[in-house]
């Protein structure tokens, strides 16, 4: 088994690519033309949950068939499961923002997911005394706590956004907190679960992946199982929409007058797939690397989200003609994400300081294919 070496910096690096990634990778869908949300989401779901998790896995995990049969079957089946459920949270997300707009439902919904998709793996394994005990612990836990709430800060910021915009058209909007909020509570649980899925029902096949000499990318082999759930519920929502609104016709023919965009429109779902998928690929190679506090990758993958994803819209002038009160909300929380990033990243630097190897690390384990990997 080729040993993975802890390197927090170069983790956190890798993690801020991912994230960007993914706060970019619907910036596409602003370009498509003539087609419902669910024939552009059923086909770029397409692309980052099914064909490209295969592909991946194909290209970077040696003894692709090996790592299958040694891996444990009831790994692969919760990973799957906890897929399924990431991929309802996903669904409950898109209904979630027609209850109480974007903003809020982002805010609210990530920060539950990464609280409890970073902290749920430690406390059920029973580790959470022992990492605190760690040096560098303090700061990790404090900027998962910090970044949570400039999560929920953002998530304010952008609703002040909203309804200044809404008064300004004349438009009071369609705004029903308190199914929202049960929505996004939904959402932000049932998506934290990837996070488990990945970091910790998915490790066995990690596990497998590495004793064929996977290395960095032996997660890749994981977002086949996840990755697939998500996709099942996500298409059977789909397809519903699809039947109930008679959009079938939009995969040959878009509506109106965007008959020619047919070509662009998969590319720009290509694009977006590509581009969520991205943001696994950078996940996996960072979280093999963060050592003592490899638990927080979810915390900083989605930290490191919303506050990408807040910058790009000062970038692009978003908050431009908006009142000062607003202004200042958006500018503290993303000074909050931004302190919470240094944070979690000095703690996982402190961690990671002349940090002995492992017990797995030490293990240097033939990958005899007759050898299943223990669960």
């Known amino acids: 088994m080729v040993e993975v070496a802890a390197n927090p910096v170069l983790g956190i690096a890798l ?92 805010a609210i919904a990530i920060g539950i997911s990464c609280i409890f998709g970073t902290l749920t793996g430690p406390i059920i394994r029973g580790e959470l005394a022992a990492i605190m005990g760690k040096t560098g612990a303090t700061w990790v836990m404090a900027g998962i706590i910090v970044g949570f709430v400039g999560t929920l800060l953002c998530g304010v910021a952008g609703r002040m956004k909203e309804i200044e915009l809404q008064k300004e058209d004349g438009d009071g909007g369609d705004f029903a907190l308190v199914p929202g909020l049960a929505l996004c509570v939904v959402a932000g649980l049932l998506s934290a679960v990837y996070g488990i899925a990945v970091n910790d029902a998915g490790a066995p096949i990690a596990k497998a992946a590495a004793v064929h000499g996977a290395s960095y990318w032996q997660t890749n082999i994981v977002y086949i199982f996840s990755n697939s759930g998500a996709f099942l519920t996500t298409s059977i929502y789909c397809v519903y929409l699809i039947h109930k609104e008679g959009t079938l016709a939009e995969f040959l023919k878009p509506s109106g007058d965007a008959s020619g965009a047919l070509g662009m429109n998969y590319l720009l779902a290509f694009l977006t797939g590509m581009m969520w998928y ?33 910058m790009s819209g000062v970038v692009m002038r978003e908050w431009h003609g908006r009142t000062l009160k607003t202004r200042l909300a958006i500018s503290v929380a993303v000074a909050l994400l931004i302190s919470a990033v240094l944070s979690l990243s000095f703690g996982n630097y402190l961690g ?21 990997v223990e669960s």
């Open 15 to 106: 993690h801020a690519g991912g994230a960007l990634s993914a706060a970019l990778c619907y910036t596409p869908q602003k370009k498509v033309k003539g087609w419902s949300w669910q024939t552009y989401w059923i086909i770029q779901a397409s692309f980052c949950w099914l064909l490209l998790p295969i592909i991946g896995a194909l290209i970077t995990i040696p003894d692709f068939a090996a790592v299958l049969k040694d891996a444990p079957s009831s790994a692969m089946l919760n990973t799957f499961l906890l897929g399924v459920a990431y991929g309802i949270g996903g669904t409950c997300f898109g209904l979630a923002i027609k209850k109480i707009g974007f903003s809020l439902t982002y």
């Open 278 to 310: 991205g943001q696994f690929l950078f996940y996996g190679t960072a979280h093999v690397r963060m050592g003592n506090f490899k638990f927080s990758s979810w915390a900083i993958h989605m930290t490191m989200l919303i506050l990408f994803s807040a």
């Open 352 to 372: 990671g300081k002349n940090t002995p190897p492992s017990k797995e690390e030490k293990k240097n384990v033939t990958p005899p294919s007759a050898q299943r």
